[in-house]
């Protein structure tokens, strides 16, 4: 009777524990569906449900990361305060996903957005470029895991751009606390870079924008509102795809006057 018993009990733990592990994976896959579906919100409730009891789940803490970015993102630009809480803990959920496995490219990928989101509501020139070496060499790092991943390209040719446009004020905080600018900073190589993720991945709303952006701010504005025009015509495949039409739609309202 007490072998019995024991057994029953031994059962009962094991189906337990096995409900429990298929309703954590059930979270997990309803966040993808909610994510596909652009509801960020609610994808981000069913990964941190989900991370509660698989802490240690990469593909997870990506997700996770990725709408974070994506709601401090979406807040409007004056509540710098709470979309760098956004970002600090997208960068927290991407740096845990990277040891678990380091050729994680959607991983880097997740910290190298979170950086560059961070640095768009820095409050000082220190605080704008304190992460730049970080994000170039994190999207090397990408192109040498996988040189066809476009977004990488696309990381560079911000990168290049952010810096090739930088105040004097920047460049000189720049030379204090990091010793200057790396080499070979340009604008051409930004629009370089945007190409090339063009290139790669085409019809891609962030890579138009970024090429777009680029040639603006070379006054080369017919070059831009064609670009600006094609991106603004495409259908939303992710998330994040909703805020970058509206920065294209500004810009090209911009331009146009």
Known sequence: MKKILCAIGLYLCVATVYIASAQAVDLYSQGLALEKDFKVEAALEKYELFLKANPHHAPALTHASRMLSNIGGRLPLDEKDEKR??????????????????????????YIISLGLMAEVAGSPRDKIHDAKIIRTE??????????????????????FEL?????????????FFGGLP??????????NFRKASALQPNTILFLYGEASAFHYQQEDQKAIKLLKQAIALSPKEP????????????LEEIEG
């Open 85 to 110: 809480a956004y970002y600090e803990k997208a960068k927290d959920y991407a740096l845990r996903a990277i040891p678990l496995n380091q050729q994680n490219i959607d991983a880097h990928l997740a």
């Open 139 to 160: 999207a090397e790092t990408i192109i040498k895991l996988d040189s066809t991943f476009a977004a990488a390209y696309f990381i560079l040719g911000k990168w290049h």
């Open 164 to 176: 090739a446009k930088l105040s004097w004020v920047e460049q000189v905080a720049c030379k204090l």
């Open 183 to 192: 080499e070979g900073i340009s604008m051409d190589a930004a629009v370089r």
């Open 240 to 251: 994040d795809d909703i805020p970058r039409k509206k920065r294209c739609t500004d810009l």
